[in-house]
Each structure stands twice: as C-alpha cells, then as structure tokens.
C-alpha cells in the first residue's frame, strides 16, 4: 500500500507542471546601483472563471532575507470590479495584472535572493483554491534592466489538482445516491443476492468487474471529450442527451433490458463445450455491462462537486480531463466493489427466493418508466408529429428481440439463430438510418425547447442584460427535460408557493433557459459560470458585476435565505 501511495506522489510530482501552469511572469528585474533603487514587476494571467481578492495576507509577494536585496512596499493594480457594501467591500482582479515594488540594496552580497509571489485564486462561484506561490531567483550581479533567470518550477500546481480529483470523487460517490442511477443500482444489489452463497472469490470478482464496466466507459467518455474538444466541439456533462440518435439507442437498450428481466430473451455464448454462462442471470459479462449501464444512466444527473469539478476538467489540459473522469469513475464504482470485498455485508441481504422473480420483474417496469421519461424528450426534440413513427419503430425492436430471444437460443437450430441475430442488428440500424432528424442542429436555435413557468420569461442575453440595466435583481435558472436534478429542483423547490411568492415580494426578474437540445447563447453562459452542465442557478443582486451561484441540489430553506441575504435590505 505504501508503495501504491509513493507512485501516485510520484506520478504527480512529474506531471504537476502541465497539470496547473504557472500564472506569475516576472517581467522586469532591475538591480539597485550605487543609492538609486531598483525595480521589480511581476505580470499575473488569471485563468478564466476566477479572480484574485487583494487580501496582503493571500496575495502579494516578498524577497527572502539574504542580505543582498531588501524590497519596499508592494503595489497592486486598480481593481477590476469591487462587490459588497462599501465597509466590506472585496476587491477583485481578473485577467492580467501587474505587481511590482522597488527593490533597495541591502549592502550584503550573499547568495542569489529569491522572490515568491503568493496567491489565492477563486472561482467565480465563491469556492476558494488552495493558496499557491511561484519563486523567481534574483541574480545578485545582474546588470540593471535585466530579467531574471528562471522560475522555480515545482509542485505546487499538484495541491490544485488534488483538491479537484478529491471533488470529483466526491461527486462520483454521490451519484449512487442520484434518481439517475437508481433502476440499474437496484438490479445490482439483486444480482449481489443471487451471489450471496457464492465463495469469497466469486463474489470480488463480480464486485471488481463492475467496477471496472464503470471505471472503462468513464475514460471512454473523457476520451470522448478530449477528441470532440480537439475538433472545436463544445462539450459539457451530459451533452451527448442533446442528441437525438443517443437518446433512441438509450431507449432501445433500456428496452431491451427490461425484456431481459421479464425472460423474453436470456443472452448466452459459449464458453467451452456444453457450457454456456447468462449474462442476465449474474455472470461477469453482466457485471461488466451493469458497470456500463449505470454510466449510461447517470450522466443526466449533476451531484454536489460534480458540477465543480467537471467545469475546471472541461477548461483544461487532456491529462486534466481524463484524470478527473477518472476519478469520478472511481467514486462511482466503490460502494458496489467495497461491498464485494466484505461478503458478510452480502451475506445480510435477504435470501434467495420466489421473492426475487417479483422483484426483477419490478425492476424491469422502472427500467421501462425511465424508457418512457426518454421518450417523452426525444419526441419533444423531434417534434410531435413523429410520435407514432417512433412508437411502431419500438415496437417493431421489441418484437425483433422477442423472436431473438425465441428462436436465438444456442438449442435452436445455427441458421435460426442467425437469421434472428441479423434481423435485430438489420431492425435497430433500419430505426437509427430513418430517426426524422431534420436539418442539422448547429446550436445556433436560441428558441426555448419547452414552456416557460408561469413568472418566468425565456432566457437570452439582451432580457437579462436589459433587466440588470434597469437595476432589478436578476435570477437564472439553465436546466433541461433530461436533467432528472434540474426536473427535482422544479418539483420540490420552484413550484412551491412560498418561493415563487419570495420571488414576487423581492422583484426578482427569472428567466429560464432550456438547455434540452444543443444552444450555443446558454453553453457560453454555462462556462461563463465555470460549471461543466445543467442544472445552474445564479443571482445578479443589482449594482453587483459577479453572480451568486447556488448549489446543483437546491432546498426551499436554501434558496430563500439566499435571496433574503443579498435582496432584502
């Protein structure tokens, strides 16, 4: 174990620097001669979707004591925008900005002196990074107007990057607990029952196997990422459910599964004479693709700190991006594989029985309620008038794998399981080739997918700019129908009467956005906010230039005070 944790140290101490680049540049160094003082100026570059307070104690820099230099009082810029009230305003600085300070000889000639500049760097939505400092060495026989060597180049960017991988585990292990993940989690734990008077070995592998089914199509889909970002794509969590092709392979397996558990069809292979092993019944291929499954449903859920981390991932390097959905695959796949690892937890769950038929089969209606929920969205993308096209093209798939799972049985004849086998394959590709997709979908409609609530008005960037212009406090809410998080928030906050009645009283202003098919105006928005997808909600009190961001997870009590914190005074 402990040489596990050495190599990770390791590993981020090499890749540290590309992890999180330095953003100080020391620009000029000019050496004191005789009694005339000299001159330091050190050019800081702030990422985007963060801003650096003027807090002397977090931000500034100094010179070590080696005798040779002594530097005077620091300058900092004007700021780039001051928010609070005047006795506790915060001063914030963005974009590129300019330290410097004079620089006095000290009359030692000791060693070379090194300057470190410190920082604090936050993001837009008020979370704070770890402090950071980049040293410069100062050559003592420097001529004057000369620039300094070289930077220290250590790892002080890994602290950043740890903070972001320990968010996204966090986010990951969250998940288990979203509605997203849910049907696929609960045909898990069946298939833990099934094992539960297996041996020990059998049971972690099964455990192992899952996990890796989620950890494996995490990495996929951040490769994913990495090659959409690469050809100019604007990519976030759960882009891909703006896709109509996606979604009606979603439904198609989701479909196909929930046949599975009501034994239309048992999918077999043979693994060696006279054996066959049932992926639907517990064998390892059905961990794997339990593993998978459960990827594929939880990307419409956003959990705390996802959201964080997924918005720094999406800006960054290609490493960035696949260590974070690493990560997140990790914090996914533990609770199932710990649980693997301590059979007695297993051996817990009820005992095998008749009970069980029931409950698969239960599982099997929530698997067809969650196909029914996508279904609701691709017709919204596709447009009413094709719902009864792409019912019969469901059904016409359903009766393909019920023939499938009749006459494909390894105990039928070689030709009957082929000819049902290309029959299926010929079915669902006829269905994906003729989807009435129209037109091609550049992002560029701005038109609102869905109704707006009643006391909302429809999101676009002139509505709200005009509204903050006339001094009203301004609310956005960027959600979408595939957002199973964002249709929570709905129900549990925003349609409740003493909320939308606080709205009213404070003058709020709310415009929502529907980020259900792909819009260009909202994802800018979106990274405007550093957030990695939906649901997002931001604030705009009036006469502030930085939005408040609220949490993905929202409770009446939460939003409430919020508005009553910035607005009600």
């Known amino acids: 174990m402990l040489r596990t944790h050495l190599f990770i140290l390791v590993v981020l101490a090499l890749f540290g620097q590309g992890l999180a680049a330095d ?104 979370l704070c990074l770890f402090p950071e400092k980049e040293t410069f060495f100062l050559g003592v026989t420097q001529a004057a107007g000369s620039t300094a060597g070289a930077a220290q180049t250590g790892i002080q960017g ?12 966090t986010g990951g292990l969250l998940l288990n607990v979203m509605p997203c993940v849910l049907p696929v989690l609960s045909i898990k734990a069946l298939s833990l029952v099934r094992q539960s008077n297996e041996d020990r070995l059998r049971i972690r592998s099964h455990s192992l196997i899952f996990g890796a089914g989620v950890v494996v199509s995490l990495l996929i889909m951040g490769v994913l990422v990495v090659l959409l970002k690469s050809a100019g794509e604007a990519v976030g969590w759960g882009f891909q459910f703006q896709n109509p092709y996606y979604i009606f392979t979603l439904i198609i397996v989701l479909i196909v599964f929930a046949l599975s558990l009501f034994d239309v069809w ?25 593993g998978v499954f459960t990827v594929l449903l939880a990307t419409p859920c956003t959990a705390p700190f996802l959201g964080t981390a997924l918005g720094f991932a999406f800006s960054q390097s290609a490493l960035i991006i696949i260590l974070i ?21 297993v051996r817990r769950l009820p005992k095998p029985g008749p009970w069980m038929d029931g409950f698969k089969e239960a599982m099997g209606l929530l698997l067809l309620a969650t196909a029914v929920w996508l279904f609701g969205i691709l017709v919204k993308q596709l447009g009413s008038e094709n719902t009864s096209s792409l019912l019969f093209m469901l059904l016409g798939i359903s009766s393909l794998v019920w023939l499938w799972g009749r006459f494909g049985r390894p105990s039928r004849h070689r030709w009957f399981r082929t000819f049902t086998t290309l029959a299926l394959a010929a079915g669902i590709t ?5 989807l009435p997709v129209s037109g091609s979908d550049d992002g560029s409609n701005t038109e609102a997918a869905a109704e707006t609530p009643d006391g909302w008005s429809g999101f676009s960037t002139e509505a709200v700019e005009a509204a903050r212009a006339e001094g009203l406090p301004v609310f956005i809410q960027f959600t979408a129908d595939w957002c199973l998080t964002c249709k929570t928030n709905q129900l549990t906050v925003f349609s409740r009467e003493d909320v939308n009645d606080r709205f009213e009283e404070l003058g709020v202003a ?60």
């Open 23 to 126: 953003i100080a540049e020391l620009k000029v160094f000019e050496a004191p001669e005789n009694e005339s003082s000299g001159y330091i100026e050190v050019r800081l570059t702030i990422p985007e979707g963060h801003y650096q307070s003027k807090d002397p104690d977090f931000f500034g820099m100094h010179l070590s004591d080696t005798g040779a230099y002594r530097l005077g009082e620091v300058h900092y810029p004007a700021p780039s925008s001051v928010s609070g009230e005047s006795e506790k305003s915060e001063i914030k600085y963005r974009g590129k900005i300019i330290l410097s300070a004079p620089l006095y000889d000290a009359g030692g000639d000791s060693g070379k002196p090194e300057l470190t500049v410190f920082y604090q760097l936050c993001q837009d939505d008020g």
């Open 325 to 345: 959905f690493l990560a997140v695959g990790t914090g996914l796949a533990l609770p199932f594989t710990l649980i693997g690892f301590f059979p007695s937890l």
């Open 266 to 290: 048992i999918l077999t292979f043979t693994a060696g004479p006279g054996m066959t092993k049932t992926v639907s019944r517990g064998g390892y291929p059905g961990s794997f693709a339990a």
């Open 430 to 434: 006829a269905s994906l080739v003729n």
């Open 158 to 169: 890994v602290g950043t990057i740890l903070f972001y991988l320990l968010l996204a585990f």
């Open 510 to 569: 709310r415009f929502y956005g529907d980020y259900t098919n792909k819009n260009d105006e909202i994802d800018s928005w979106i990274k405007r906010f550093n957030k990695a997808g939906v649901p997002v909600y931001a604030l705009y009190p009036p006469g502030r230039e930085d939005p408040v961001l609220l949490p993905e997870l929202l409770t009446p009590t939460n939003l409430i005070n919020t508005l009553n914190n910035y607005l009600a005074w």
